[in-house]
DNA sequence: GATGAATGAGGATTCATTCAT
DNA sequence: TATGAATGAATCCTCATTCAT
């Protein structure tokens, strides 16, 4: 009884510190972000995102070993919003029919790209120099194994296909098309081309699948 | 006639010098790309370069304004050679049917992915950095527009289709396919895998057109 | 009280911490100085400076944004001498008759050349370098607004002239005569002579103002 | 007679081969004049130097053993000019009375000033650096020696005065005094102003020395 | 824990000068 | 003698990281 007595005592001061080093990380995270965005990767030294985050450079290195380390927290942030969106929309599509499975998920990604497209266009190209390329591969990966099972599901639908190869197939060019089109093709996002888009890669996935 | 005798006694000289230039340049260029596939874009800092190359920064900066004019000449040296592949690609599949051109572009896409994949990687994880993001555009956009000619041509073999998107669609995604396989999936160039693979690209593309 | 009595506990680290900052910026101008005087201004390198001001260039630049910034602080710092020596002196002089006053100024002209002469040469020789060639204005137009004050004050005993064009007649002769002597004449400083050139200084202004 | 048959045959060669010499001489000095004015102290590098002279860095290099001795070339050959002026005002005034004299020698001071002001400022400006300072001296030191000689023919118009220290005073003065207007002041060039700072420094100077 | 002053290796670039052709 | 490619020491400055307070 006393020990449960004293834990809200305990318990709140503890919490108001985690939410102190919380509130610290996700500062950091997000001044990274913002930094990296709006001034570019060479721009964001440690002490420049320290400053953005309203903490010193040493709070920085309490948090976060290293420079790199942060950049991945970022990636890792944005990847798993991206992958947030992945597993709803495959769990959203699970039992539908591959046309307008597929359709949705085009759509999808298409709109994910747009949740933040400066930060995804930023971390996609700086991305390589943290040697966190396996990184991105943890989230494709994961992706690619979630549309396997749907296409696993879904057997009955498509031609006789090596799963593997066909999710390669199918995910890599969703997200090639996607991604060139939002990060290189703004021109690609009216409207009536952007339909146009997922119509075409929605065709392209689906007779390939079938 | 003196005259003309006297020219190879001038022309040596011009030329020993424009081939010393020449080959001092080429030695930079070089030198470049070997630093950055051997150790990084980190590690390539313009002594060292000079150093690999036998020559002095000065001479460095006498051909070379910046290190990233440097990089940017790796760059357009890498993508001429890819652009040449590109070239003779189409013209030897120019009058062949669409099914068998796709399989021989989607083959040769790999082949060229293997010239220097290495150098092909670090190029393509830099390249955004050196702010010449539009060459490697100038690049697709080439290969784009001759592919485009391509599908003109052979416009009776083609469902009723824009192609303009068309052929964005296919490019993306055989670069997407095979630039993946090679940089990121090297399990997938045994000799098998790799049949596959253009089995299964050029099943999707060819679909995708009929 | 109790927040009294912390006060001395923050107080100090805070001071500690300025005073640190103080003691560095204050080593680097004295270094600064020194190197100028001692080495000339093309030995004057910031690692040098640096070096020589017991911190590390990294604290240098903490301070000052560029090596010309710390040459200008060199010369602010000199300039802001010269100008209290100035101040005074008109302060000084403020009643006295003309003869009294001019004959004063000329003595502490003199004697301020000689409060740090090799720093001057040294900051006279490159303070065009720095494009602070304004900044000598701003020095001589102080002096030169003091003593037209001077002057107006003393109107009954001048002849009738323009206090402009009078001021800069004076000011520019008696800064051209002292800086000479002190820089290029070093064989006019012997007692004797200097005592003769402030006689004929004084003539040459008195009997031009009156 | 042969030998002096040759001559005529050498000689021309010599005299057309010592003429390119002088013009290559020329040129140099002229594009460092020139560079230095246009561009700056900084900005004239050798090679640059070279390039505006139409020649090789090689052969600046076969005519001035270093950019030091380039730029003490540029100097003796401004300085010579002044004091052609000098040499020339100062024979022109040698019979006149002192009051005359001084206003001639004055207005011929800011003529001299005028002739090339941007290469004088500089010269002034960068003279220092070249370790010529006594260089500057020699020029005044040559002035101040005629002017001395011009006091010494009108001594009976003049007070009692030491006439080393009365050179000093009035070549200091004049030189301060237009230099300035000149260089620092370029409100005094108004034809008006002008004309008055003529009365005033000739009042200064007459005044003193009767 | 937090702070921010201090560190110093390292990097890009310049330029006076040399020397092979 | 002219050329201009080559040299490389030297310079200014940045930034990830540490540590005394």
Not at 54 to 72: A, T
């Amino acid at each position: 009884m006393r020990a449960m007595a004293r834990k809200p005592l305990t318990k709140p001061r503890k919490h108001a510190s985690q939410d102190r080093s919380r509130a610290t990380v996700d500062a950091l995270i997000e001044a990274t972000a913002r930094i990296l965005v709006r001034e570019g990767f060479d721009k964001a030294s440690t002490n420049r995102i320290a400053e953005a985050a309203g903490v010193s450079v040493g709070s920085l290195y309490q948090y976060f070993p290293s420079k790199e380390s942060l950049v991945v927290a970022v990636i890792a942030r944005h990847q798993e919003e991206l992958m947030q969106i992945a597993r709803d929309a495959l769990a959203e599509v699970a039992s539908l029919p591959i046309p307008k499975a597929v359709r949705r998920l085009v759509a999808v990604a298409i709109e994910a790209h747009r949740v933040d497209p400066k930060l995804h266009r930023v971390l996609a190209e700086q991305l390589p120099r943290t040697g966190r390329l396996e990184n991105i591969d943890v989230f494709n990966r994961e992706f690619y194994t979630l549309f396997k099972r749907y296409l696993d599901a879904h057997r009955d639908e498509l031609r006789n296909l090596d799963l593997d190869m066909a999710a390669y197939v199918c995910v890599t060019s969703i997200e090639a098309l996607t991604h060139n089109a939002v990060l290189h093709r703004s021109e690609m996002l009216s409207e009536e081309v952007a339909g146009r888009l997922v119509d075409e890669a929605t065709h392209l996935i689906v007779k390939y699948l079938q």
